[in-house]
């Protein structure tokens, strides 16, 4: 069993940053693969960025590519989303979520366990 708990969300303004960071319970996380996914009211949840376990191989949205990097720190148990360049259509909610398995997925349901979210908002 893996939990995941997700903080440093906040309001911005466009053009500036945030790194989000994504705390796991559980030995086993360094062997799990992680994903960031997002979702804005109204509209269906999204896939931003996904890491395999060794942080080796990374996959991005296109929306996100170049300004967004997903890493890891596995002996923190810990994934990170460091967001810059910033854009108003990126606030939505922000969750974290890791999967069985040491590969990389862009399909939420290939994950297993999710984070609540946390909040990212972007001023224009």
Known sequence: QVQVV???????????SLRLSCAASGRT??????????QAPGTERE???AINWSGGSTYYADSV?????VSRDNA???VYLQMNSLKPEDTATYYCAARVGV???YSSPAYHYWGQGTQVTVSS
């Open 65 to 69: 590519k170049g300004r967004f990097t």
């Open 47 to 49: 896939f931003v960025a």
């Open 6 to 16: 997700e903080s440093g969300g906040g309001l911005v303004q466009a053009g500036g």
């Open 103 to 105: 590969g990389i997925s």
């Open 76 to 78: 923190k148990n810990t």
């Open 29 to 38: 996380f360094s062997t799990y693969g992680a994903g960031w996914f997002r």
